[in-house]
């Protein structure tokens, strides 16, 4: 999924269903890419947003674990990233 949101807190965006990738087909070391566009309503009020994005596993029912890369042994749920909207 990709959230975005406000700088309340509140959902402004969200996107379910993004391309499926197996993770069979996943190799230790890939790189895998997807492109999710999202609209930010025109009624948004300029401010710092926060970008939710992660990905479903539907074989244990919860969303995949990441690992930081600046401290691989700390698991990351959903990664969130803060950006500016002007």
């Known amino acids: ?29 890939g790189l895998l890419l997807s492109d999710t566009q999202l609209s930010v309503p025109a009624a948004a009020a300029p401010g710092r947003y926060t970008l939710e994005i992660s ?15 600046a401290d691989p042994a700390t698991p990351i749920v959903i990664i969130r990233r803060q950006i500016s909207i002007r």
């Open 55 to 69: 990905l479903f596993d539907p074989n244990q029912k919860r969303n995949a674990v990441y690992f930081d890369p």
């Open 1 to 29: 999924f990709v959230n975005l949101l406000g700088p309340d807190g509140a959902r402004v965006v969200e996107i379910n269903g993004s391309p499926a990738i197996l993770g069979n087909e996943w190799r230790a070391g």
